[in-house]
Structures are given as structure tokens and as C-alpha cells.
């Protein structure tokens, strides 16, 4: 598995790298000039929370293109392995691109943000965070970009299996995406009165009066997350055991 | 009991309703190197691709014994006509790859092989010629050690020069244990290094012989038999 990841990252490395470079740049200057121009820290806070989301959906996009060409490529489809690994190998290098945007955003906030703006920003949220809450949503975080990854995979293995000759699988892959992540959500929330990960990350809570800001934003003990946490586990198995299964069996090169 | 790297039993294939591929029968033994001839489209790519163990079909197909899929992949090793390496590469790294991923991958042939197909170890995969990475990308396919090798069009699309020194290759680098696979319609240029061909039309097989057989029965030359079997 380690040896498709690395020849993935080799393949994409120059734009995961472009995009990380092109991040700090927009960050620093959004930090410059907003300081200078004396902005409001939620504007700029906010401004670049926006940038971030704009890496995150490059990083998105770079990985389920890898993913969609390694489908359809000789190279990757011959080699002896089970299709498991080609999959875990993905989801590996989406998660890591991930991750890389988590850290700079979190070395951006210890170095450029006065820790004014930011309780300032937490205060508007009425957040109130502990060390252990951090380290949980930290974790959270991970797995639940390594789940949302594991659905959007599952939803283009799905829409490849059925594109044999036509364009029909794209929109096949959008749907089933809508209907998963509805799905999931759903049976969570149902089974742990708590919404699901396809939603939130499973373990952020946001809790909303009839007003359209939320009244309270709380990270929740993992306690309370853990049959969540557990029930997305079983669900990622599954889902890999279903989309290891077309790719051996169905899917066309 | 003779040993049979390749065979299938009644393998049939559709695409969308279209049979590429209509109860096939053969069997490929251990040390031949079997032409698959056969016009466009008349089913030789997806045989390999079955026999690679890269697609589903119906019937049954196995490589020693094994079916042709996940369990049979570490003993095939396919040329397709599509290439094994990408643009970002250098020669050195797409050999590399070869060597991670599969086991059986020997350097030294891999390198004996380079230097008789005349590339060089720093060259940019997407600055060869057509003909420089048709070697290649059989350098990288004979250099694995395995028991069958299968060539999806090895010399179509490159100048004579190229065609010969691929042909020699496959002959200097050929290990007889194993068998090898060649699909093509350009039959004059490469009938003779044939032991055994096999003509696919219309995804049936219509003749398998030995190539001194098919001779000295029918007085003509492979290319001749084929111009008549496929004369529309």
C-alpha cells in the first residue's frame, strides 16, 4: 500500500505543493493587509477560513482525480494486490493533503493570530474548549475527513462501475453521494440522537435556537461520540468491502 | 500431463449487447511464442486483458491452473497498448516502479535490456519517440520474471527500425520456461518468430497450429493464410 501511496504523491506532489505554497502566500498577505488596513479580527478570520475551504476543495479534487485515473489505469489495475490497498492508498494520500492544510491553519493561528482575536472569535461561538477537547477534535477531524474521502470514493467507485460506455457513471457517483451521506447521517443521528459524520465530523456539536446563528458551538467529550464513532467504523469496513468487490469483479479497463 | 500456462474453456465477453468475444476455446503450453492475429476489432485486446486477469468474462480462463484474475496476476506480465509508465517519469523511475511493485522484476535483465534497446536512464518518459517507448515499455514487461508474457500490438505504430530491434529483443530476452503472447494484424514483420499462431475473428477462434505445420500443410506463408481467412 505504502508503494502506491508513494507513487501517487509523486504523481501529484508539485500541485499538492503549489497549493500549500499558494496558501501560505494568500494567508500572509490576507494577515498584512488586513493589519494594515486595521480590519476587524472576525473579518479576517473569516477571509481566511474562506482560503482554507478553497485548499481543501483543490486537495478534494486533486485526490478523486487520482483515485478516477488509478481506476482506469493498466499500471496500477495489473499490479498483484487486492484492490483493498489501491483504495487505503488513496484514502491515505486525500487524508494527508488534509492534514498538511489542518497543520498550516493551526500554525497560522499560534503565529499570526493575537490570542485576543482569537477568544474574541471563540467568545462569538460561545465555545468553550479544554486540552482534551482539543485532542478530540484534532482526532475527529482526521477521521472524519478520512470518512467523507471513504464516501466520495465510494460514490465514484459506484459511478465508474456503471460508466462501462457513456458519462451516465458522474452522475450516478452524485447521487449515490447524496443518498450516502444523507443515509449515514440519518442512521446516526436515529441510533445516537446525534448527528452523524457524513454531516459534522460526529463529535462537533452545533446546537441552534430559532435564530439562523448558532446559539452554542461545543466540542462533545469522546465519550459521548463514541457508538457514533464506532458505528462510522463498521460503515467505513463495509463500504471498503463494497468497493473492493466491483473493482475486482466489474469494473472495465 | 502436458503443462498449459494459458487456457480458456468457452470465454465469451460482451460490451453493451456486442461480443467481442463468442466461446473461446485454447490452450497455450509452456516455451511458445503463439501469434494472436486477427483484423481491428476482432476481440484480440480483450483476450488479453482476460488473460491478464483485467476484466470480467463469462466461461472459464486460467494462467497454470490458477482463474484469471487477482490469483493469476503475479504470473502474467502484460504490454498493453496503452503505456506502463507516466509523463513525470525518468527511465530510471519507471523501472523503479517495475521493481516495487512486482517481485519477480530482475534489475539485471532490466538494465542488459535498456542498453540493447539503446535508452538511457536520465531520458524524460514523455520526451521518447513513439518507437523508443514501445522499447520500453517491453523492457519494463520482459524484465519481470514470469511465466506468461503477453504483447498487446508491440510494433504497431513504429518506423522498421524499431520493429526490428523489438523483435530481436523479444527473442535475445525470451525465457523458455515461459510462454509469450503477441497480438498484431502486421503479420509479414513478425511471423517469424512464431512457433504457434492463432487466428481470432469476429471474437472466434478459426485456426491455432504451429507455424511449420500451418507451412507445410497449406504450402503458404502465415501471411498469405491470413490475407485468405480474413479476405472480405
Request: net charge neutral; proline share 3%; hydrophobic share 50%.
Amino acid at each position: 500500500m505504502m508503494k502506491l501511496f508513494k507513487y501517487d504523491w509523486k504523481r501529484d506532489s508539485n500541485t499538492i505543493y503549489s497549493v500549500l505554497a499558494v496558501l501560505v502566500v494568500a494567508q500572509l498577505l490576507l494577515h498584512w493587509v488586513g493589519t494594515s488596513r486595521g480590519w476587524e479580527p472576525m473579518i479576517k478570520i473569516g477571509l481566511g477560513l474562506m482560503v482554507y475551504v478553497c485548499a481543501m476543495v483543490v486537495m478534494v479534487i486533486t485526490g478523486s482525480k487520482a483515485y478516477i485515473k488509478n481506476l482506469g489505469s493498466y499500471q496500477r489495475r495489473l499490479v498483484p494486490i487486492h484492490p483493498i490497498y489501491h483504495i487505503l492508498s488513496a484514502l491515505l494520500f486525500s487524508t494527508l493533503t488534509m492534514v498538511a492544510v489542518f497543520a498550516i491553519a493551526v500554525i497560522h493561528g499560534l503565529l499570526l493570530i493575537p490570542w485576543s482575536e482569537l477568544t474574541a472569535f471563540l467568545e462569538l461561538g460561545n465555545m468553550q474548549l479544554t486540552a482534551w477537547d482539543v485532542i478530540t477534535a484534532v482526532a475527529s477531524g482526521i477521521w472524519g475527513t478520512f470518512f467523507i474521502m471513504l464516501l466520495v470514493y465510494f460514490s465514484i467507485t459506484v459511478g465508474a462501475v456503471v460508466n462501462i460506455r457513456g458519462k451516465a457513471g458522474v452522475w450516478v457517483g452524485i447521487i449515490v453521494f447524496i443518498i450516502i451521506t444523507n443515509m449515514i447521517s440519518l442512521i446516526s443521528e436515529t441510533i445516537f440522537e446525534q448527528a452523524g459524520s457524513a454531516a459534522n465530523f460526529g463529535i462537533v456539536q452545533i446546537e441552534s435556537g430559532s435564530s439562523a446563528v448558532p446559539d452554542t458551538v461545543s466540542v462533545s467529550s469522546l465519550g459521548t461520540g463514541l457508538g457514533s464513532f464506532l458505528f462510522e467504523l463498521v460503515a467505513a469496513a463495509l463500504l471498503l468491502w463494497l468497493m473492493a468487490w466491483p473493482i475486482r469483479k466489474k469494473l472495465e479497463i | 500431463m502436458k503443462e498449459h500456462i494459458l487456457h480458456l474453456q468457452g470465454v465469451s465477453k460482451n460490451y453493451a449487447g456486442k461480443k467481442a468475444l463468442d466461446q473461446v476455446s485454447l490452450s497455450i503450453g509452456k516455451g511458445k511464442i503463439v501469434g494472436l492475429l486477427g483484423t481491428n476489432g476482432s476481440g484480440k485486446s480483450t483476450l488479453m486483458k482476460i488473460a491478464a486477469g483485467l476484466i470480467p468474462y463469462e466461461g472459464n480462463a486460467t494462467v497454470l491452473g490458477k482463474p484469471a484474475g487477482l490469483e493469476s496476476k503475479a504470473e502474467v506480465a502484460f504490454m498493453p497498448d496503452r503505456p506502463l509508465t507516466e509523463s513525470w517519469m525518468r527511465v530510471y523511475e519507471a523501472i523503479r516502479m517495475q521493481r516495487d511493485f512486482y517481485p519477480d522484476f530482475d534489475e539485471n535483465k532490466a538494465g542488459q535490456m535498456l542498453e540493447f534497446m539503446n535508452l538511457r536512464d536520465r531520458d524524460r518518459v514523455s520526451t521518447l519517440s513513439k518507437g523508443m517507448q514501445e522499447r520500453l515499455q517491453l523492457t519494463l514487461t520482459l524484465s519481470r520474471r514470469a511465466r506468461l508474457y503477453l504483447l498487446d500490438e508491440p510494433i504497431g505504430g513504429v518506423d522498421p527500425v524499431a520493429r526490428t530491434r523489438i523483435l530481436d529483443a523479444i527473442l535475445e530476452f525470451y525465457d523458455e520456461d515461459s510462454s509469450i503472447v503477441i497480438s498484431t494484424h502486421l503479420v509479414r514483420e513478425i511471423e517469424r518468430i512464431f512457433d504457434e499462431v492463432l487466428f481470432l475473428k469476429q471474437g472466434k477462434v478459426v485456426l491455432q497450429d504451429e507455424v511449420e505445420q500451418l507451412r507445410s500443410k497449406h504450402g503458404k506463408s502465415v501471411e498469405d493464410l491470413f490475407k485468405e481467412v480474413f479476405a472480405e
